[in-house]
């Protein structure tokens, strides 16, 4: 792989013709909106925080006020208005998203902390989200590959007292409560609490769930330069596990969409945590700032299901699978960075420098299925064929015997990990203004990523060290205030482990030390101009492509192949047109090939959506959004398995009863169209939610 890589020239020329033009408007003052400045920007800000204008990157903010109008519940809901990004099924238990084609249920951060372990997100608690697409290693560390998305707490505000609840029911009988109290305890102290608590239905057989968050936190000044915020959170889920359907002939069928191929005892994901962060910054002075963080976290998350292995469309008979899989993790996350601005002759230097420590203690078994039918000394003793039917009895198999379905059994044990992670990590970025029209941003991060897997089943070890530097380089050139060009190349890196730590796998006697880690570079550039001061206009061009480093199965060394090569094209128009009109656009075009030259599995060449928002009065006010995904590959290499493409069309209805009570209705897929947004594998293709509706009451006090 080139580790430098030119974009297209032409691509390029064209950028740079478009600047002068656009120079020609007249200028106007930066302004700053909610919504339009990155959280790890404020952080690490001295004066102003930086205006995304300013970063050399594509990147989507979703704020509080956006997640409750739409009526967004989960990080999905973000994706499928976000270009260049979408989502997968992830098992029907995890929030998964592939960015820029590179699928990932690790790149989920909180506060710009990781937080990787595989659930469901809550958004009671944010402030925003953040959706940053490209490598990001610089500021996140490993991972990273194709993107992140950040949420950002609510934290204690000080010198302001205020209250909220919101109440929600839909038409499938789900109910949601939310409530974010905000007081003062003294005049450097204040407390806030966010709490939740969801009850999930939806159009699914058998689906239900319960969601509960509290979070606490407080602000307090320690003086007029320090400010120390302390946060804790307890979340505790439960849900049913929905795998979705089998396909046949090239597609999903649709005949079986309304079949559940599982049961309210055997598929089941519960999620319990407790998480503890504090964060102190401290301004030196005018030109040096410094921050300190620190975040405790311990997860036990179960999940157990049976899905669809195989289909025979002429006898209707699936054949099921499953799994039982119990994990707990432990984080210990410190992190620190100090931000200096110096000034060179007519230049100035805005350097960032910060280092990370992480300590991951992470414990995992997996037991496959045993249906009583079947012997455990026997091959595929955990698979067995049913009849479809609605419901499907599980009681009875397709040959008419009586069986049922047992997960922890000795027998049925597939693996029992315990593994400790160690990272250290240090970064430095030089941010240098040129001039008032060019910015050029240089930096790096050192990342020392050590682990160590004990197999208990096999009782074995594996263990590794990887040691790697991710580099970063942008130019953002600015014909005047409110126009950017920028071009952005970065690099990121992906260790053998997994993406939850549970496996090391090849190399000699089967130690992976001979194993590098897989390798992700992105060149971009792109245009962003601010219309006025909340609406902007963003697009970007980009390329990426992989390394995957493999084992060829006989000598100690690894070999590199080439892996998944994208480019495609990204345009975002965000913000207030006039004082009735807001309007949210995007659109992607993307095209993939993997390393064996085929298509891969779930990119979509073509992908828009748009939410428009006009409100008629003060009092009153209405909402339209559609949302397109072209069709998509299932699998990698098999241009004859697809997912059809689909068009959903959203509405709302807002209308203020008095000042402080607001009344909203929802609509999602008005049409109600049957559509497979997502899948996992051949025959688990998540069926999209049918028209429903939801009514929700928004109280301030």
């Known amino acids: 792989m080139k580790r430098v890589r030119l974009l297209d020239v032409a691509t390029l020329c064209a950028f740079f013709v478009v600047g002068p033009v656009l120079a020609e408007s007249s200028d106007f003052e930066e302004i700053l909106v909610k919504g339009r400045v990155l959280q790890s920007d404020q952080m690490n800000a001295l004066k102003t925080?930086?205006?995304?204008?300013?970063?050399?990157q594509s990147l989507s903010i979703v704020t509080d006020e956006d997640v409750r109008k739409k009526g967004f519940k989960e990080i999905g809901d973000i994706v499928r208005y976000t270009p260049g990004i979408n989502t997968s099924l992830g098992e029907g238990h995890r929030d998964a998203v592939v960015f820029r084609g590179v699928r990932s249920t690790a790149d989920f951060y909180q506060d710009g902390v990781r937080d990787d372990v595989q659930y469901y997100r809550p958004l009671y608690n944010v402030e925003q989200v953040e959706v940053l697409r490209g490598p990001n290693a610089l500021l996140f560390g490993r991972g990273g590959t194709g993107g992140i998305i950040n949420r950002v707490s609510k934290k204690a505000v000080n010198g302001q007292?205020?209250?909220?609840?919101?109440?929600?029911?839909?038409s499938f009988g789900a109910t949601d409560l939310a409530a974010d109290v905000n007081t003062n305890l003294s005049d450097s102290v204040a407390f806030r609490l966010n709490v939740h608590s969801d009850s999930l239905e939806n159009h699914r057989d058998f689906y239900n769930g319960d969601r509960f968050g509290i979070n606490p936190t407080v602000s307090i000044a320690l003086d007029a330069d320090t400010d120390l915020d302390l946060s804790y959170e307890y979340i505790d889920h439960e849900r049913f596990i929905d795998r979705g359907i089998p396909t046949a002939n090239g597609e999903p069928v649709?005949?079986?969409?309304?079949?559940?191929?599982?049961?309210?005892?055997?598929?089941?994901?519960?999620?319990?945590?407790?998480?503890?962060?504090a964060a102190l910054s401290h301004r030196f002075s005018e030109s040096t700032k410094g921050s300190l963080s620190l975040t405790s976290s311990s997860f036990e998350k179960m999940y157990q299901n049976t899905y669809a292995n195989s289909y025979d469309l002429d006898t209707n008979v699936v054949e099921m699978d499953g799994y039982h899989d119990p994990t707990e993790r432990d984080n210990l996350i410190l992190s620190a960075s100090l931000v200096n601005e110096l000034n060179f002759g007519n230049m100035t230097h805005t350097i960032l420098t910060g280092f990370e420590s992480v300590k991951t203690d992470n414990t995992n078994k997996r037991f496959n299925t045993l249906w009583t039918t079947n012997d455990c000394d026997e091959s595929n003793y955990d698979r067995e064929s049913f009849a479809v039917a609605d419901p499907i009895d599980f009681s009875v198999n397709a040959g008419g015997e009586t069986t049922a379905v047992e997960y922890t059994t000795s027998c049925a044990l597939k693996s029992s990990t315990e593994t400790d992670i160690t990272v250290s990590s240090f970064y430095i970025q030089d941010q240098i203004d040129v001039t008032d029209n060019l910015m050029v941003l240089l930096g790096g991060r050192y990342d020392k990523f050590d682990i160590k897997v004990d197999d208990i089943k096999k009782d074995s070890s594996a263990a590794r060290v990887d040691t790697e530097f991710s580099p970063r380089f942008g130019l953002i050139y600015k014909p005047q205030n409110n126009v950017s060009l920028y071009y952005s190349y970065s690099e990121s890196f992906a260790p053998r482990s997994g993406e939850q730590y549970k496996k090391l796998t090849g190399g000699a006697a089967g130690s992976g030390e001979t194993l590098k880690p897989d390798y992700f570079e992105s060149s971009e550039i792109g245009l962003k101009l601010d219309l006025n001061k909340s609406l902007s206009l963003t697009s970007a061009y980009f390329e990426s492509e992989s390394e995957i480093a493999d084992y060829d199965g006989t000598s100690s060394d690894y070999i590199t192949e080439r892996g998944l090569s994208v480019d495609g094209f990204e345009l975002e128009l965000k913000g207030q047109v006039n004082e009735n009109l807001n309007v949210a656009f995007s659109y992607s075009n993307v095209n993939g090939e993997t390393a064996e030259g085929g298509q891969p599995r779930e990119i979509p060449e073509s992908t828009y959506s748009i939410w428009t928002t006009y409100d008629i009065n003060p009092n009153f006010g209405w909402a339209l959004g559609v949302m397109h995904q072209g069709e998509s590959a299932v699998k990698d290499n098999n241009s004859n398995l697809l997912l059809p493409a689909y068009t959903r069309v959203d509405a709302a209805v807002y209308y203020s009863l008095a000042d402080d009570l607001k009344l909203q209705l929802n609509i999602e897929n008005l049409s109600d169209e049957v559509y497979f947004p997502h899948s996992h594998s051949t025959h688990q293709v998540a069926v999209g939610e049918a028209r429903s509706t939801r009514l929700s009451l928004s109280k301030t006090f």
Request: aromatic share 4%.
């Open 49 to 56: 925080p930086t205006p995304i204008i300013n970063v050399p």
């Open 254 to 277: 649709k005949a079986l969409s309304d079949i559940v191929f599982g049961d309210k005892d055997g598929n089941l994901n519960t999620v319990e945590a407790s998480v503890l962060r």
């Open 161 to 170: 007292d205020f209250k909220t609840v919101d109440i929600g029911v839909d």
